[in-house]
């Protein structure tokens, strides 16, 4: 897995290709959507979390954001100062420990090598209440790549997420940014118990 300096360099170099700069049009649509913004929702692999700031700004009340470099975290904690609904960590996803009603994926999964794919099913399922999900998108092309984004079919991401979760949607994303056209499924899964 690649560790805090893999990343910290990543940010350093500004070889972020993955941030778009503000809150995509699929997560702008899923977090639209949810009406209770009571709801603690998770971000994990969050980078500058454009995606929590909407959040926040949209009335959300328990948003927690998870990354392993500090420089988009101390991005965001800047866009954010004086917000006290949000909680903000440089912390490895695997050693988290909490309680949520959403995990908004954000291609977090696609970052994770192969290897570490079960443990991220496990470790999610772990971090979900009782009829909880994960909500968000998912990197769908071929790709032989070395380093992230790590790509799978949709069969082999079904077959990953139905060990632990009863699959609601995973479909290609129809209102992906430009950059990302015919790239992307949307997914929606229930935590099983």
């Given at each position: ?129 009782k009829d909880g999900f994960i909500e968000g998108v998912l990197f769908d092309f071929k790709s032989q790549r070395n380093e992230p984004p790590y790509t799978a079919s949709i069969k082999e991401y079904k077959d990953l997420f139905q060990k632990k979760f009863e699959i609601k949607k995973m479909e290609p994303c129809l209102n992906s940014e430009h950059s990302r056209n015919g790239k992307e499924l949307i ?7």
């Amino acid at each position: 897995m690649h560790g805090t300096n893999y990343w910290a360099e990543r940010y350093a170099n500004k070889a972020t290709g993955w941030d778009l700069g503000h809150v995509s049009q699929p997560l702008k649509g899923i977090i639209d959507s949810i009406q209770n913004k009571k709801c603690r929702i998770l971000i994990p692999g969050a980078g500058n979390s454009f995606e929590a700031e909407y959040l926040i700004r949209n009335g959300f009340n328990e948003v927690t954001v998870l990354d392993l470099a500090a420089t988009p975290l101390l991005q965001l904690q800047k866009r954010l100062k004086h917000r006290e609904n949000i909680t903000i960590l440089q912390e490895n996803f695997f050693d988290h420990i909490g309680t949520y009603d959403l995990i908004l994926e954000q291609t977090f999964l696609c970052a994770l090598e192969s290897r570490f794919r079960e443990s991220y099913i496990i470790k999610s399922h772990e971090l979900l209440k009782k009829d909880g999900f994960i909500e968000g998108v998912l990197f769908d092309f071929k790709s032989q790549r070395n380093e992230p984004p790590y790509t799978a079919s949709i069969k082999e991401y079904k077959d990953l997420f139905q060990k632990k979760f009863e699959i609601k949607k995973m479909e290609p994303c129809l209102n992906s940014e430009h950059s990302r056209n015919g790239k992307e499924l949307i997914i929606k899964m229930k935590r099983n118990d």
